[in-house]
C-alpha cells in the first residue's frame, strides 16, 4: 500500500512539473510577435529621426515630401489648359461649374439642325459648330445621328474638319462661340475676369479671320461686323473685364442674331 501511495505521489509530481512547463513556454514570446516588437522598435527610431519631437513641424523634411507632389500636378493640369485652344478652354471652364447647363435648341431641334434653303457651305459650317458646341458643352452620350448635311463633305467623318477649311473655319469657329455664350446665359453661369478676358482675345481672332481667310457672303458681312464689334466694344468698355448682369446679357443677344441669321 505505501509503495502505491509512493508511486502515486511521483506521478503527479511529474505531472505538475509537465503542466509547469508547456505554462512557461506558452509565456516565452512567439517568433512572429519577436518580429513585430522590432518593427515598431525601428518605424518608431526612423520617425524620432525624421520629425523629432524637439523640432517644429514645419522644419520636418517628412511633412513637405507632398507639397512638391501637390504643386507638380498642378502645374500639370494649368499646362494642359493652356495647350488647348482659348475656346476650347472656356468650354472646360463652363463645364467645371456646379450649375448644371440648360441645352439650347435654337428654334427647335429640327429646325436648328435641318437642312437650309440655303446650303451653301458657310451655313452648314454654322450649323455643324451648333452641333458640335451643344455636344461639347453638355458632354453626355447622345443618341442624335450628326444630319449628314452638317459634314463639309461626304469623306468627312468629323464635324471638326471645319476647323481646317480656312475658307470656313470661321463660321464653324464663330457657332461655337455663339452657342457658349448663349447656353452660359440661359443657364446663369457667373465667369471671372480672366474668362472674358480670353473671349476679347476670341473675339479679336475671328475678326481677324473673317478679314483674311474667310469666305464672305454680301448678306452676311454686316450682321457678322456688327455683331462681333459690338461684342468687341463691350468687352473692352468693362470694368476690367468684370461684366455686369446687363453686359453680359448684351453679349448674350449678339450671339443670339448670329444663330438666328445663319439658322434662318
Not at 502515486?8 to 506558452?26: H, I, N, P, T, W
Not at 514570446?29 to 519577436?34: A, G, L, Q, S, V
Not at 522590432?38 to 522644419?59: A, E, N, Y
Not at 452660359?184 to 472674358?196: A, G, I
Request: net charge positive; charged share 20%; glycine share 2%.
Amino acid at each position: 500500500m505505501e509503495i502505491r501511495k509512493a508511486q502515486l505521489r511521483f506521478f503527479q509530481s511529474q505531472m505538475r512539473g509537465a503542466y509547469y512547463d508547456y505554462v512557461e513556454k506558452l509565456q516565452e514570446p512567439r517568433f512572429i510577435d519577436k518580429i513585430k516588437d522590432s518593427f515598431q522598435s525601428i518605424t518608431m527610431r526612423l520617425g524620432s529621426i525624421l520629425c523629432p519631437d524637439h523640432v517644429p513641424i514645419i522644419k520636418r523634411p517628412l511633412t513637405w515630401v507632398p507639397v512638391p507632389v501637390c504643386l507638380l500636378l498642378i502645374c500639370l493640369f494649368y499646362l494642359l489648359m493652356m495647350d488647348q485652344p482659348l475656346l476650347d478652354q472656356s468650354y472646360q471652364i463652363a463645364r467645371s461649374s456646379n450649375i448644371p447647363i440648360k441645352t439650347i435648341d435654337i428654334h427647335g431641334n429640327e429646325r436648328a439642325f435641318a437642312p437650309s434653303n440655303d446650303d451653301q457651305p458657310v451655313y452648314r459650317a454654322f450649323g455643324a459648330g451648333l452641333w458640335q458646341g451643344k455636344q461639347q458643352l453638355i458632354q453626355q452620350e447622345s443618341i442624335d445621328i450628326v444630319p449628314a448635311h452638317l459634314y463639309p463633305d461626304s469623306q468627312a467623318n468629323t464635324l471638326e474638319t471645319w476647323k481646317k477649311m480656312n475658307a470656313f473655319s470661321f463660321y464653324y469657329q464663330t457657332a461655337k462661340w455663339c452657342y457658349l455664350t448663349y447656353a452660359s446665359y440661359e443657364s446663369r453661369l457667373t465667369f471671372t475676369n480672366r474668362f472674358w478676358k480670353n473671349q476679347l482675345q476670341i473675339i479679336n481672332a475671328l475678326l481677324a479671320d473673317y478679314q483674311e481667310n474667310a469666305y464672305k457672303n454680301e448678306s452676311d458681312k454686316i450682321i457678322i461686323s456688327n455683331s462681333l464689334h459690338n461684342v468687341q466694344s463691350i468687352l473692352n468698355q468693362s470694368d476690367h473685364f468684370h461684366l455686369t448682369k446687363r453686359q453680359h446679357r448684351h453679349i448674350r443677344d449678339e450671339a443670339f442674331r448670329l444663330m438666328n441669321h445663319f439658322n434662318r
